[in-house]
């Protein structure tokens, strides 16, 4: 075998992987192959079933700084945890810890952090064995977490396009679990909006029906009434939407109807907003350049999305018990 050498003028010193592809502020501390580690010792090799066929789930979940009562309150984290836990399930995952263990290992890192500001916890259980065959058995389950500072995941207000992507199909790749796989769907139509000149993409299910933004849930409001596509519409059974569709009923006297929504509807909408853990409540005031009402955020977006920010930081008696607070 003939060997080609290499002149020393050619050799790249490699640039360390922290610096090079750390897009945002992270947390110091991770929970990794169960142990606390600091995060840049969290590493999985490029061989790893998950990394190359994308067999792994994540949840998202926030918490919220409250400076006058200076705690951290993380919001419906029991919830988050479940859904996450249904996740693995689809993917054949089978972890070590139930809800109470994951919630547990959550708030140590967030203490460890010492964080006095907003927050996002990313839970993850992935196929960890080094193999390149695509399936769902006979290989290493794993559990990961990390965090970061959180803002605003996208703006408050947006304009959104209508995807020409479809939103995957459950007998497919359920859109109910967040599967990380899953979400190169989620990042077609973001590019794709964002190429295109807007904030944010709206997806169509299969049948041409309104499934959701990139990651968000969606709803729209006509005649007074609030409208969301149905858990049939292949949709991620958003813990965002179920504490909006809740709140909107239970303290603005809303109607809440799950239904399809059509395309063209969009265009007549009074109002409407994406929700979700990123997202938070973010209203949509312009969609394929038609613009929604006057093109701000309408009236009852605004009280939706009020009531949501003081129910997550804690300035809502009536739901403290959604919150868990991080610090004694």
């Not at 419906?76 to 070590?96: A, G, I, V």
Request: contains cysteine; negative net charge; aromatic residues 12%.
């Amino acid at each position: 075998m003939m060997t080609i050498p290499v002149a020393a003028s050619n050799a790249v010193t490699p640039t360390p992987i922290k610096k090079r592809h750390r897009a945002a502020l992270m947390g110091e501390w991770a929970f990794f192959e169960g142990e606390y580690t600091p995060l840049a010792n969290a590493q999985v090799s490029i061989a790893s079933h998950a990394f190359n066929y994308g067999t792994g789930v994540f949840g998202g979940i926030r918490a919220y700084w409250n400076d006058a009562a200076q705690q951290l309150y993380v919001f419906r984290p029991k919830k988050h945890f479940q859904r996450f836990l249904e996740s693995c399930r689809l993917l054949n995952l089978h972890l070590p810890y139930g809800e109470e263990a994951l919630l547990e290992i959550m708030l140590e890192l967030l203490r460890r952090d010492n964080y006095r500001q907003d927050a996002y916890m990313r839970p993850l259980a992935y196929k960890a064995t080094e193999d390149i065959t695509p399936r769902l058995h006979d290989l290493d389950d794993e559990y990961a977490m990390f965090t970061r500072p959180q803002g605003n995941y996208i703006k408050l207000e947006v304009r959104a396009g209508t995807s020409s992507w479809r939103r995957v199909d459950d007998n497919s790749i359920p859109a109910r679990g967040k599967i990380t796989g899953a979400y190169i769907n989620s990042a077609f139509a973001r590019s794709e909006a964002y190429w295109n000149g807007y904030d944010e993409a709206i997806v169509l299910n299969q049948d041409g029906h309104v499934s959701e933004g990139s990651a968000e849930n969606f709803f729209m409001i006509r005649h007074g009434k609030l409208f969301t596509p149905s858990i049939m519409d292949n949709i991620l059974e958003g813990i965002t939407r179920a504490t909006v569709m809740e709140l909107a009923r239970d303290e603005l006297g809303l109607e809440v109807v799950e239904r399809s929504i059509d395309r063209s509807e969009l265009y007549v909408a009074d109002e409407a907003f994406f929700t979700g853990t990123g997202a938070q409540v973010a209203a949509i005031v312009e969609i394929d350049h038609r613009p929604l009402g006057d093109g701000t955020i309408g009236p009852l977006t605004k009280q939706i999305q009020e009531l949501y920010f003081r129910t997550v930081r804690g300035q809502h008696p009536r739901y403290m018990h959604w919150l868990t607070p991080v610090y004694a």
